[in-house]
């Protein structure tokens, strides 16, 4: 399912389990594919810095919204931020490469 999976929060790198993997991925690209003309992930790099979101989805960059961006963002920051050691979010970046 995921070839390369990088989750950096902080500017740290964060240890993950193939589940969260998982569920991070299937997510992500149930909001990306929502958007006009994208496709499934092949090769993600997503970052979030402050207020900002880029997103380089298969070589392209996606242009959001303000709303679209905050709901993106805001989706993000939730689930990371169960996981062990997270707090205060300030930047995070999913990569995602198969």
Same mark, same amino acid.
């Not at 062990?84 to 970046?93: A, E, P, Y």
């Given at each position: 399912?995921?070839?390369?999976f990088r989750?950096?929060?902080?500017?740290?790198?964060? $240890?993950?389990?193939?589940?969260?993997?998982s569920?991070?991925?299937h997510t992500l690209n149930g909001m990306l594919e929502a958007l006009k003309d994208t496709r499934?992930?092949?090769d993600l790099d997503l970052t979030v810095k402050g207020e900002d979101i880029k997103i380089n989805?298969?070589?392209?960059?996606?242009? =959001?919204?303000?709303? =679209?961006?905050?709901l993106i963002k805001s989706t993000l920051v939730g689930m990371v931020s169960t996981l062990?050691?997270?707090? $205060?979010?300030?930047?995070?970046?999913i990569s995602v490469h198969k």
């Open positions: 399912m995921i070839g390369n989750l950096v929060i902080n500017d740290k790198a964060i $240890d993950t389990h193939p589940f969260i993997e569920f991070v991925e499934k992930i092949k989805l298969n070589g392209e960059l996606v242009h =959001t919204n303000s709303m =679209t961006g905050k062990q050691g997270v707090q $205060d979010i300030k930047n995070l970046s």
